[in-house]
């Protein structure tokens, strides 16, 4: 049997812990920062209650979202403990982390692969002249350093999410080179599971006075990024910034297939609410397209997890699986008699 894809939508049933919002990057469109120092961080056991609540509700990924401690300061080794703690809380209760807490070193990316399906960062846009403007100050931006990670993603086999926010000041072909940048990364390692288009949506806390990124713009973007990105790269976009339902169809026409995380908030733009899954649901059928849940590690990068993470994804595969496609595979394993 083949199975048809081409008309079929994914999204990941997912909820977000932040381990803290404290920042030290003031990025000027973030809705998301606090000041160093004046916000608490998420304690385990607050965490625990919260992910134990969300067992048997379907939910496979639990993303890890943070602001950012300096790489030198004395707290930075207290707040990489508290992300792997948390990632590893997750897993003991069969949930699926994926982190994205802005740049790590080397040795810090190692350590969350055992604890992680997959992990993320924006490359966001790989043009330095943003260092001048909504980048001024935030020393975690600067592309070399993005740039870097995603290399460092690949040598360490990280199943890996990365994508460009659209609308901060960058030209077209500001886009095309990132999308180039990644293409080329991916050549090398074949790592990267996705990337996310996402469009810059003003939200009620930041400073950059611009305004969203023009919708009618979007299916463009994702149609010349779906001639630059090899195709074993899928193309994510936020249902939640696109303008209205006729608009995330054009997206959908024109190559985007996963609509990334869905649950209760997004925590980037909480000034956006996430569509559900139903309501979803009822703007693609009609249209023709299958909005299927998938897990936050796509099945070609199961084999660079630990084993014990595979465990933990089979069980998932498992629930997730149609029982026929279950019983199809099952067939075709028999030896033949
Ligand atoms: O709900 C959200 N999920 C975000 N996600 C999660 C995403 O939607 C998916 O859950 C992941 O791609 C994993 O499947 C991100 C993941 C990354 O690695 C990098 C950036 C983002 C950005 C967002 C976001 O703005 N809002
Ligand atoms: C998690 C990711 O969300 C993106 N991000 C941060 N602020 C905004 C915003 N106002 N609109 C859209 N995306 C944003 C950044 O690229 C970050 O890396
Ligand atoms: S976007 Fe990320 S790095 Fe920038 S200020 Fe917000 S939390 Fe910090």
């Not at 740049?103 to 330095?128: A, C, D, I, R």
Request: proline content about 9%.
């Amino acid at each position: 049997m083949t199975i048809n894809t081409s008309c079929t939508v994914t999204y990941s049933p997912a909820y977000t812990i932040v381990p803290t919002y404290e920042c030290f990057n003031r990025c000027s469109y973030c809705n998301f920062r606090t000041e160093p120092g004046q916000s608490p961080w998420i304690t385990l056991s607050a965490a625990e209650t919260v992910l134990k609540q969300l067992q048997d509700q379907n939910i496979c990924e639990i993303l890890i979202l943070s602001g950012e401690v300096h790489p030198r300061s004395p707290k930075r080794q207290a707040w990489f403990q508290r992300i792997y703690d948390l990632c590893e809380l997750a897993l003991s209760l069969g949930l699926l982390p994926h982190t994205n807490a802005g740049p790590l070193s080397f040795e810090e990316m190692q350590k969350l692969k055992n604890v992680n399906v997959s992990m993320g960062l924006m490359l966001e846009q790989s043009t330095p002249a943003l260092l001048n403007t909504v980048h001024r100050h935030a020393p975690s931006k600067v592309p070399e350093v993005r740039l870097q990670q995603l290399q460092w993603a690949g040598e360490l086999q990280i199943p890996f999410t990365t994508g460009l926010l659209l609308g901060i000041g960058e030209t077209p072909d500001d886009c095309w080179e990132t999308l180039e940048a990644i293409s080329r990364l991916h050549q090398n390692y074949h790592h990267i599971q996705e990337v996310i288009l996402q469009p810059h949506s003003p939200g009620n806390q930041q400073s950059f006075d611009a305004p969203p990124f023009d919708p009618h713009q979007l299916p463009e973007v994702i149609a010349k990024a779906r001639q630059i990105l090899p195709p074993d790269i899928t193309i994510q976009i936020p249902p939640n910034l696109v303008k209205d339902d006729q608009w995330l169809l054009a997206c959908i026409e024109v190559g985007a297939r996963d609509l990334g995380g869905i649950g209760p908030k997004d925590e980037v733009n909480p000034d956006y609410p996430h569509i559900q899954e139903q309501a979803l649901r009822e703007i693609l059928q009609p249209a023709g397209w299958e909005l299927l849940p998938r897990l936050p590690v796509y099945p070609q990068f199961d084999d660079w997890l630990s084993r014990e993470l595979q465990k933990a994804v089979r069980q998932w595969r498992k629930i997730l699986t149609p029982t026929s496609l279950l019983q199809e595979q099952k067939s075709t394993n028999l030896p033949i008699s």
